[in-house]
């Protein structure tokens, strides 16, 4: 079963538009960590936002904001006023298990166009 | 600039040859990880260390596969007998972990291209 889902192999928004990129995913950890990276043409991978499974606010950085539903199993990102530079591909990626023997798992991926 | 860094960046070899890759994490980062990545595909986990010990290895990693990190600091993968099959980005991260939570920071990768 795939741990992390992203069911939007692309997506495009205008630029100054916000867009709402997808990932759900599957643990029975109680604990464990999700992340969103942004990897630009170029390949170096960004990281953009974190949201640990106890936190009860929705993480935000910037013109990034994280949707957590815990109950769903979902972790959306959301990015506000779009601007050309963030077309990329974006990756959810979720960390789980104890202290050792933790697991890191990125989802496949959304490609974002954003257009003039 | 004091981010991760990889070496070398690119490398062809023929198959059946060794290949060994380096990545220098940010100062003081205790945990290193390593990631293979194919066109078109999300990073796939390898293994990671904390500190000079490994304390994961993916199930998918072969025993041509081998990784150290001798002094806690710099880390080597090396690939033997490559195959062509092991033509993908050979990403490095590392991390400050508290027992908290954790932000990887990647390196540039290294593009392997085994004909």
């Known amino acids: 079963a795939q741990k992390i889902t992203q069911t939007q192999p692309g997506m495009f928004v205008q630029e100054k538009e916000a867009v709402t990129l997808d990932c759900t995913y599957d643990?029975?950890?109680?604990?464990?960590?999700l992340f969103w990276y942004k990897q630009p043409s170029s390949g170096e991978m960004i990281f953009l936002i974190y949201q640990g499974s106890y936190d009860e606010q929705n993480a935000t950085e910037g013109r990034y904001s994280l949707n957590f539903q815990k109950a769903r199993k979902s972790a959306n990102l959301v990015i506000s006023a779009s601007q050309l530079g963030d077309s990329a591909m974006y990756f959810c990626?979720?960390?789980?298990?104890?202290?050792?023997?933790?697991?890191?798992?990125f989802g496949p991926g959304t490609r974002l166009s954003v257009l003039p | 600039d004091t981010g991760v860094s990889q070496d070398p960046r690119h490398k062809i070899t023929k198959r059946g040859q060794n290949v060994t890759f380096r990545c220098d994490p940010i100062s003081e980062h205790n945990r290193l990880y390593w990631y293979r990545q194919t066109l078109g595909q999300g990073p796939e986990f390898l293994t990671y260390f904390q500190n000079e010990a490994q304390l994961e290895k993916s199930r998918l990693l072969s025993d041509r596969f081998s990784a150290e990190r001798p002094k806690g600091s710099f880390s080597t993968l090396e690939i033997q007998r490559t195959e062509q099959g092991d033509s993908a980005m050979y990403l490095c991260?590392?991390?400050?972990?508290?027992?908290?939570?954790?932000?990887?920071?990647f390196g540039p990768g290294t593009r392997l291209l085994v004909l």
């Open positions: 991260a590392s991390s400050h972990y508290t027992g908290m939570g954790e932000t990887q920071y």
């Open positions: 990626a979720m960390r789980e298990g104890k202290n050792y023997g933790q697991n890191f798992v």
């Open positions: 643990t029975s950890d109680q604990s464990y960590g």
